[in-house]
């Protein structure tokens, strides 16, 4: 079977690992929009404790019926709701009898659809701005009277629809908040997804447990008996193979299957010679000697830096180191007896950016083992699909993962290859970086500041500078620290570490590593910027 992701998607769906885990006894469906925060709307309502799964806007009222959900939420969008082609609002979703909350774009559809005003306001609303509540009613019930709250609109909702109670307005929105107790349908021009709104998650809250009457009982850690009863219903008797990388979503998905069907997963662990100082060792002691998982370590670092050998450009690179990646799993995939499955560590993130099957567009594909060719013979099992990164740690955490491994931050599949910018990845050059990485990690791990970061890495630049060192002339080689913040990775700021610390890590750089010259630091946000260099 193809690992592309609408078979693979279709294919879970019929082995009964679709999105939705059956543990989840009560789910809110959330219309994405095309707003920048929808997934964090699924995000929030899970930490809620009420299971969320984000469709796209035009699912169709019988696909949401077909979930029986307790509440339906539509996010915001880009779109004016007047003009030509915009997302449109199903009167049917309306008919459901569950209640529904527009949030932003969502408030204006409903205001349009039932009745009210929604206008171009001379003045955008745009960041943080003041939400003065006149009347809480049941949605903003236990929020002060004055708050502050995070605002992305130019056009406005100016009057209510007909029944229903304008509860707040704001800085520039006549009708900030309105609500229908009686028809059970609620609309915020705010975003209480955001940690810009201080009392969001308590709107959220309200809505999910007053309006909705959810129980909030939904953990991630509550999907795990669950996944573990649907992996052995797939797999059956069969035998599994899972291409173990290290990071905490194969290794999580490695271990869900472990618990499922013991002996019969293999995990084959490729050691490409391009990953930071000791990872290798840590991931083969902790499934092979902790966890008892059946592991083939494969060192095969010389093939892939013969492989590399002349490579400058950072797409040649990905693909060379791909291409080896997928001879070598196929290799080893060959040498194991009647495997008919392969284990992904496919995110719901994963799932959404690939379409997830539901007709939204696909921002990427994700090919969880190196980027596996079609024609690879296998079914898939993918017990994390329902589950965002910070879930999938909790679930880690919950098995027993080592905490090293659990908070691992995220690593590109290419390796320091990647992070050797507009040169070759040669033997000399990954040692420097190597070892640059490691006195990063050690010092940011001494700080305390190791998991308040998304990712803190070095780049080594193809140039070198001048310096003095003992009264010589030097001529050394130039790292460039990268530390971000994130909560998601779509976004990211430049981490203001401290400067003793920055002091001390360019200090052990230049005085440990002989090839180190200069350290330089990197602050840049996303956007403009990537996270990685390349």
Not at 137 to 154: D, E, F, K, N
Not at 334 to 352: E, M
Not at 425 to 454: F, H, M, N, P, V
């Amino acid at each position: 079977m193809s690992p592309s992701s609408a078979p693979a998607v279709a294919a879970a769906a019929e082995a009964g690992g679709g999105v939705s885990p059956e543990a989840a006894t009560e789910e809110v469906v959330v219309l994405d929009y095309g707003g920048q925060y929808s997934q964090l709307i699924a995000r929030r309502v899970r930490e809620c404790g009420v299971f969320s799964e984000l469709l796209p806007h035009h699912a169709g009222a019988a696909e949401v019926a077909r979930r029986n959900p307790r509440g339906v939420i539509l996010s915001g969008g880009p779109a004016s709701v007047y003009e030509q082609g915009a997302p449109p609002l199903d009167p049917e979703l309306l008919e459901l009898g569950v209640p529904v909350l527009g949030i932003c774009y969502g408030m204006q559809l409903l205001a349009r659809e039932l009745g009210g005003e929604v206008q171009r306001a001379d003045v955008g609303e745009f960041g943080r701005s003041q939400l003065t509540v006149h009347e809480p009613g049941r949605l903003l019930s236990g929020t002060p009277h004055q708050q502050s709250c995070w605002m992305s609109h130019r056009d406005t909702v100016f009057s209510a629809p007909p029944g229903f109670s304008a509860l707040a307005s704001s800085t520039a929105s006549p009708v900030a908040a309105f609500e229908s107790a009686q028809r059970a349908v609620f609309g915020i021009q705010f975003h209480p997804e955001v940690v810009h709104t201080p009392y969001g998650q308590q709107v959220l809250a309200n809505f999910l447990e007053d309006v909705c009457g959810c129980e909030r009982t939904w953990s991630p850690v509550s999907v795990i008996e669950d996944q573990i009863n649907r992996i052995r219903a797939q797999v059956g008797e069969g035998r599994a193979i899972c291409g173990l990388s290290g990071g905490v979503d194969s290794s999580v998905a490695a271990l869900l299957v472990h618990r499922a069907i013991g002996e019969r997963l293999t995990c084959v662990f490729v050691d490409h010679g391009l990953m930071r100082k000791n990872e290798g060792a840590q991931v083969i002691t902790a499934f092979r000697d902790h966890f008892h998982v059946p592991l083939v370590a494969v060192d095969a670092s010389e093939r892939f830096l013969a492989g590399l050998r002349g490579v400058s450009d950072p797409e040649e690179k990905r693909k060379r180191i791909g291409a080896e990646f997928i001879r070598v799993f196929e290799e080893e995939a060959a040498k194991l007896q009647d495997v008919r499955f392969l284990v992904q560590g496919t995110l719901y993130s994963d799932v959404i950016e690939s379409g997830g099957g539901n007709g939204t567009a696909t921002i990427k594909s994700h090919h969880n083992v190196g980027g596996l060719p079609e024609d690879l013979e296998f079914e898939l099992v993918e017990p994390l699909r329902a589950l965002f990164k910070d879930e999938v740690r909790a679930v880690g955490a919950e098995l027993g993962l080592p905490e090293r491994l659990v908070w691992r931050q995220p690593f590109p599949g290419p390796g320091l290859a990647i992070r050797i910018v507009g040169g070759e990845a040669t033997r000399e050059r990954l040692e420097t970086l190597r070892e640059a990485d490691a006195i990063l990690q050690d010092e940011i791990r001494k700080a305390g500041l190791y998991r308040e970061l998304w990712q803190s890495f070095c780049v080594l630049p193809d140039i070198r500078t001048v310096g003095v060192q003992g009264d010589s002339r030097t001529y050394g080689n130039v790292i460039a620290i990268r530390a971000v913040t994130s909560d998601d990775a779509m976004t990211a700021d430049w981490a203001r570490l401290p400067y003793e610390l920055l002091e001390r890590i360019a200090s052990r750089m230049i005085n440990e590593i002989r090839p180190v010259g200069r350290v330089v630091l990197d602050i840049t946000s996303k956007p403009p910027g990537t996270i990685e260099w390349e």
